[in-house]
């Protein structure tokens, strides 16, 4: 007779099952509900610390890796030198920020004296100077320099706030002239993320994304049509910015085989990237890479993949357009690469926006100068065979596009020339 079949054994597995239930109806009906309550605090409590325990350990197994390299473009290398040398936060801004942060919800906060706001004028003043010549740079070959695309594409945030507290990034919204997407544009062409607008990470620096958060904040389309063609998306900024992807993934892929073969791939890769969530996004879509040395490898069959992707913008714009709206443009790819397409498959609506736009221009300035005639004959970019509408309204002349609004696809984009109209018109 097996042991599980005898009187005993079987006995005794009754009363540990009974004993089992008891307790649970003791803890769940018994107990008052504050005792459970302070129980199941405790609880959390415990698994809180474990978890602040586990993440220590991590930050620590994460820097006992080497560091990667850091050889930047000059260009990068010279601007982090001087937000490095920008002075320390003034006391009297420290205080005067310090006080309105201490200011009830509702209560107003009090104005800045004189010499609070004339510090805080020269904080702007020199932040914008050490910014200024990096903004005025001529394209840079991010390729050559993963390591700085690796900087901008994790560490924006972080560059933005350098020295710490010298929180002005958002004075680049305000000026056209201050503008990142110039240096930026071909940092790369994959969009790792979907919210580009709200991130500072690989969702908010591929090169189309950077181009519509120029067209959005810093763009007219009835005033611009210099600064429109000059920062417009082309195709060579797809094909630079996926070498410039390229050049990082082999970057990262050489990082990693430099490190002892069971390392594992979270740390190796958050070491690297000194960004957890990105290198979470990633991994997350490769749960079967456990090594730094197995995710090495994938990597590298990335960067093949990338360069498959580089072929593709070299087909005649029918083609290229036809290719990123076929069923098939996934196929055979990566995991993350079949994830971070969404840039290219944005690039041609991005293109057309500018172009749009572009035309509108270029028929309000022909309406300006009298000539209707000539706006009529402008190709709508948006409806191939077609010309841009021109209509007469109570609000002046009207001229649009069949390219839909953004968020309202009922509503054609257009622009109006308000009456009188320009001397000389043959409307």
């Known amino acids: 007779m097996r042991i599980w079949e005898r009187p005993a054994p079987r006995l005794l597995a009754v009363f540990v099952v009974l004993g089992l239930f008891g307790w649970w109806v003791f803890r769940a009906v018994s107990l008052s ?55 320390p936060v003034p006391y009297l801004v420290q205080i005067a920020r310090q006080r309105d942060a201490a200011v009830r919800e509702g209560e107003a906060t009090r104005p800045w004296d004189g010499a609070e706001q004339t ?42 706030d ?29 969009r790792f993320g979907t919210d580009f607008l709200l991130q500072n990470g690989w969702a908010a620096l591929d090169t189309v994304a950077l181009a519509e958060n120029t067209r959005i904040f810093f763009l007219d389309s009835a005033q ?42 979270t740390i190796a890769l958050q070491r690297f990237l000194g960004n957890k969530d990105h290198a979470d996004w990633f991994l997350k879509r490769v749960p079967e890479i456990k090594t730094a040395n197995r995710l090495a490898q994938y990597l590298r069959q990335d960067a093949d993949q990338i360069l498959n992707l580089e072929s593709k ?26 994830d971070s397409l969404q840039g290219l498959r944005d690039f041609e609506k991005i293109r057309l926006s500018y172009q749009v736009s572009m035309a509108l221009c270029q028929a309000l300035k022909n309406v300006q100068n009298g000539d209707v005639t000539r706006a009529r004959e402008i190709a709508d970019p948006a409806q191939p065979g077609a010309f841009l509408l021109i209509e007469e309204s109570e609000r002046g002349l009207i001229i649009s596009s069949a390219l839909p609004l953004l968020g309202n696809p009922t509503t054609r984009t257009s622009i109006v020339f308000p009456p009188p109209y320009a001397h000389g018109s043959d409307h």
């Not at 809180?48 to 620590?60: F, G, I, N, P, T």
């Not at 611009?224 to 993934?249: C, K, T, W």
């Not at 913008?313 to 993350?336: H, V």
């Open 33 to 87: 509900p504050s005792a459970r309550n302070l129980f199941e605090e405790d609880q959390a409590v415990a698994w809180a610390a474990k978890s602040v325990a586990q993440e220590e350990r991590l930050a620590q197994e994460i820097q006992k890796l080497p560091a990667p390299s850091e050889d930047h473009a000059p260009e990068v290398a010279a601007l982090l030198k001087r937000l490095q040398d920008l002075p």
């Open 119 to 160: 510090a805080i004028d020269r904080m702007s003043e020199s932040y914008l100077k050490a910014w200024e010549p990096f903004f005025q740079c001529p394209s840079i070959p991010w390729d050559q320099y993963p390591d700085s695309i690796r900087l901008f594409r994790c560490s924006l945030s972080r560059i933005l």
């Open 162 to 190: 350098t020295p710490s507290g010298y929180n002005f990034s958002s004075l680049f919204l305000l000026f056209p002239d201050l503008n990142l997407f110039k240096p930026l544009r071909q940092l790369g062409a994959l």
């Open 224 to 265: 611009s049509s210099d600064l429109l063609f000059e920062l417009s998306a082309q195709i060579e900024d797809i094909r630079m910015g996926l070498r410039s992807d390229r050049a990082l993934f082999l970057s990262a892929a050489q990082y990693l085989e430099s490190l002892p073969p069971d390392t594992s791939a």
């Open 313 to 338: 913008t070299f087909l005649p714009a029918p083609a290229w357009r036809q290719w990123l709206e076929g069923e098939n443009t996934a196929l055979g790819l990566s995991p993350t690469l079949q």
